[in-house]
């Protein structure tokens, strides 16, 4: 495997669809510890396999922060299966270096992925988890936080969202 960082908006395989993944071999296993690594590393709290330039439909998450317990999860095919409520949170992306918006996502959320140890599982969430779930969900299917902006805070953010193609093509 590669030793890249995480891609940069720019980067078309952020655009794209991840395939769903029928087995979880050693290569599955050796992507997510990769997603980890790269995940702590750039301290971020979810990562999508789009995002080291992997088209499996992979997500790890940890929302443990400081004295603040979380929960540190690997979701294979991913797939939100119930939401309510809606709540407007400043978000950020690893793929977006120094940009955040306020984003408006659903504030609990059901969703079932399979765990490494290939069973299916349910999950309910709020709060940090409930969001990053949704975000990362999101790069599965080539959509990126700032998809969901209005059109004006868009125009704001043309010009630093044209610095970063720039960046992803160095
Ligand atoms: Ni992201």
């Given at each position: 495997?590669?030793?890249?960082?995480?891609?940069?908006?720019?980067?078309?395989?952020?655009?794209?669809k991840a395939v769903?993944?029928?087995?979880?071999?050693?290569r599955i296993r050796a992507l997510s510890a990769h997603m980890f690594e790269v995940m702590k590393k750039?301290?971020?709290?979810?990562?999508?396999?789009?995002?080291?330039?992997?088209?499996?439909?992979?997500v790890v998450i940890d929302t443990n922060r400081g004295d603040t317990k979380g929960h540190c999860l690997t979701l294979i095919n991913p797939e939100i299966i119930?939401?309510?409520?809606?709540?407007?949170?400043?978000?950020?992306?690893?793929?977006?270096?120094?940009?955040?918006?306020?984003?408006?996502?659903?504030?609990r959320i059901g969703f079932t992925a399979t765990g490494l140890d290939g069973k299916r599982f349910e999950f309910e969430a709020e709060g940090i988890l409930a969001r990053a779930v949704q975000?990362?969900?999101?790069?599965?299917?080539?959509?990126?936080?700032?998809?969901?902006?209005?059109?004006?805070?868009k125009m704001l953010l043309k010009k630093q969202l044209e610095e970063l193609k720039k960046l992803s093509k160095k």
């Open positions: 495997m590669t030793n890249k960082g995480v891609v940069i908006f720019g980067d078309p395989v952020l655009r794209k769903a993944i029928a087995r979880i071999d050693d750039a301290r971020g709290i979810g990562l999508a396999a789009n995002q080291v330039s992997a088209l499996d439909r992979l119930g939401a309510s409520g809606s709540v407007k949170l400043d978000e950020g992306c690893l793929s977006f270096p120094e940009l955040s918006a306020d984003v408006e996502r659903s504030e975000h990362e969900i999101d790069h599965l299917n080539g959509v990126l936080f700032i998809d969901h902006l209005g059109t004006t805070k």
